[in-house]
């Protein structure tokens, strides 16, 4: 069965600082990586996504994340954090032929200090 | 373009009475939707895979008696949580997968806005 972990619960950095978010995963094939945001009482946003292909991938608000096979990672990155920022993110996995089935870390919480 | 909504947004309700959340996909067709059940500052919890046209496939530990899906068409899924009770009470998100129009791309899952149940 496949999992997903984020070691850090919490998160705080300053506004302008860098930010990475870990994501470790357990899954026998190659996976579907998803990051994801949540504002509170809100639904979730798709960040960005891997399938295949380059490993560093590109997303919308200048996250970028990084697969890396031999650590079973994809890491969450963004070289300068907004107050806007401040959210719930999470990590998904999806099995291919897995029928869109997703299964996602605890999350972390992420705090900007001005 | 993907866009997934569900009404209502927030409900309250007595302890017993039924209540139905609504799952649409606005601008394109989904054969699957999945609901999810989020506890404050938890991750999602997938409760069940709602596939068009058949019945729904409960995760384990999920009262597919309680938590009633259906599915009736590519872009609405209800999720009805009967004779509702204060630990029922929980933040209900839907989202929208793939679908046979050719968006959203395969595994990928378009989210709700979410729904917060609170029952008396």
């Keep these: 069965a496949q999992s997903v972990t984020q070691p850090d619960i919490h998160i705080t950095v300053s506004e302008g600082a860098s930010l990475e978010l870990r994501c470790n995963y357990s899954y026998g094939a190659t996976p579907y990586l998803f990051w994801y945001v949540q504002s509170p009482g809100q639904g979730l946003q798709l960040l960005l996504k891997y399938f295949s292909g380059d490993t560093l991938v590109q997303g919308i608000k200048g996250f970028e994340a990084e697969f890396k096979r031999s650590q079973s990672s994809f890491n969450l990155r963004k070289p300068s954090v907004h107050w806007s920022d401040a959210a719930e993110y999470f990590c998904a996995v999806g099995a291919a032929g897995g029928g869109n089935k997703l299964t996602f870390g605890t999350g972390t919480q992420l705090k900007v200090e001005l | ?120």
């Design chain 2, 1 to 120: 373009g993907a866009v997934v909504s569900q009404h209502p947004s927030w409900v309250i309700c007595k302890s017993g009475t039924s209540v139905k959340i609504e799952c649409r996909s606005l601008d394109f067709q989904a054969t699957t939707m999945f609901w999810y059940r989020q506890f404050p500052k938890q991750s999602l919890m997938l409760m069940a895979t709602s596939n068009e046209g058949s019945k729904a496939t409960y995760e384990q530990g999920v009262e597919k008696d309680k938590f009633l899906i259906n599915h009736a068409s590519l872009t609405l899924s209800t999720l009805t949580v009967t004779s509702a009770h204060p630990e029922d009470s929980s933040f209900y998100i839907c989202s929208a997968g793939s679908g046979t129009s050719g968006r959203p791309s395969r595994n990928e899952q378009f989210f709700g806005p979410g729904t917060r149940l609170t029952v008396l």
